[in-house]
């Protein structure tokens, strides 16, 4: 076991899982999803990727993620939704509630939440009937309502909080057929992108350290702890 995985071994979860056999990383284009995809490569999964700009995916749309995942056979024992976006393009997060535009903050919430939801409903028909595999799905730090100490950010903070319900409902869901499944929501921490440079104060990690934490992560979870909601370094995120 590596340094780093040692560091985010929990106590009390004891040893871990096998290896990825077969892993799905749906948007696998963009910065940690790409990072994603070579980390799962390197530690000896079969890795099937997919993309706007390799496979034409738009999550919002419910005819193209039907077309796009019914293509899959699977079984996959690791599947990750590793899309949205924080603003629609050339907008950005709102400073104050008197900066919603209702068709900025419908676009961020198709992305973010309905997309996953529409994806997590061919989850289970892609997973194994036996034995332990594993959803993660990217949400954010910011979508914690009980986290939530300085406001702002109004559509990106709910469209989070609302992947997190959909997350936890797909775990009970997904829980009743396949019950050594896990399905958890993930913090990725701040990734080092070009939006992220103007973060004063961050402290950012690279695309790839953030990939190897998040499935380090998804690796120690069991399935008692399915449906939860979890940082970068395995703690517990508060809803």
Known sequence: MSAIRAALEPAGRGPRSAAMDK?????????IGAALVGEAERRG???TGLSRRGDGLDVTDPASVDRAMKRLDGPFDTIIIATGILAPEG????KALGAIEPASMAAV?????IGPALLLGHA???LPREGRSAVGVLSARVGSIGDNRIGGWHSYRASKAAVNQIVRGAAIEIGRKRPEATVAALHPG???TAFTASYPGHKKVSAQ???GRLLDVLDSLSPAQTGG???????????
Do not use: K, M, Q
Not at 91 to 94: C, H, L
Not at 229 to 237: I, T
């Open 91 to 94: 907008g950005g997060p709102e």
């Open 229 to 239: 909601f979890f940082a970068y370094d395995g703690s517990p995120v508060p809803w």
């Open 124 to 126: 289970e028909r892609l």
């Open 23 to 31: 892993a799905l990383i749906i948007g696998a284009s963009g910065g």
């Open 45 to 47: 999964a079969a890795v």
């Open 109 to 113: 919430f198709a992305a973010n939440a």
């Open 209 to 211: 350290v953030a990939a």
């Open 190 to 192: 701040t990734v080092e």
